[in-house]
């Protein structure tokens, strides 16, 4: 026993100071807290307070590039919805950005054909499909001002993607409507006209 304790003490210590087993301890043994410090990991809010999606909040009225201010506010969906028009038309190159912006942000939450399964879905509210009629119905306006302000559980997008990208994901999400199934509403049905906070 009394060999053992040593032993079990030094490969304990090893393993919390991150050394192989049996390696030579190198100087920075010494600083025995140094696995407790304060520290970030990746994915675990953001260091500026508050924001918990495990995005670091960019500085304060920060845009994406080339853009400009977004004039609706959240509540007013239903005003951008009217006033705002699709200033692209689809092409292939369009859709293909579209597609893109979409496999890489969107698809997340939503899924690849926007059914509402993305991958996180397991621990973050599942979205609705974006294929049932009610977003079908949406104006192109309605369905851009849904990521660039957020609704609800989805958080906004303005800072992330540009418009410009956002208006050809719009593009795609109507191709998909275009050629896929309208999906059911989600069980615990919406409020119609959107869901204003
Ligand atoms: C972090 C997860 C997440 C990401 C990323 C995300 N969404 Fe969402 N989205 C949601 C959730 C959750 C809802 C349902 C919100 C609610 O309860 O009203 C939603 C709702 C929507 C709606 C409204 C559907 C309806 O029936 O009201 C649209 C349109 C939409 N998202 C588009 C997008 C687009 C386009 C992108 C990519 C640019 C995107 N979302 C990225 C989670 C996400």
Redesign the pocket.
Known sequence: MRRILPLLFMTTAACEFGLPAGSEPHREFNFLDMADQPKMKPQRGDIFGGNT?GMQAPPPKSLAQHDNPYPYTQAEADKAGAELVNPLTATPTSLKRGKF??EN??????GKE?A?D?L??KL???????M?Q??RD?SDG??????MRG?????S?EKI?AQQ??WA??LY?RELQGRLPVAPP?PAA?PAG??TP
């Not at 942000?105 to 939503?110: G, L, N």
């Not at 309605?142 to 990521?147: A, D, G, L, N």
């Not at 609704?151 to 958080?155: A, E, G, L, V």
């Open positions: 999606t912006i979409f942000v969107c698809i997340a939450c939503h926007a509402g993305g996180v879905t973050f509210p599942k979205p609705p499909s974006l049932t009610r977003v949406f309605r369905i851009f001002h849904v990521p609704q609800n559980s989805m958080p997008h993607v990208d956002l994901v719009v999400i989600p919406q959107g869901v």
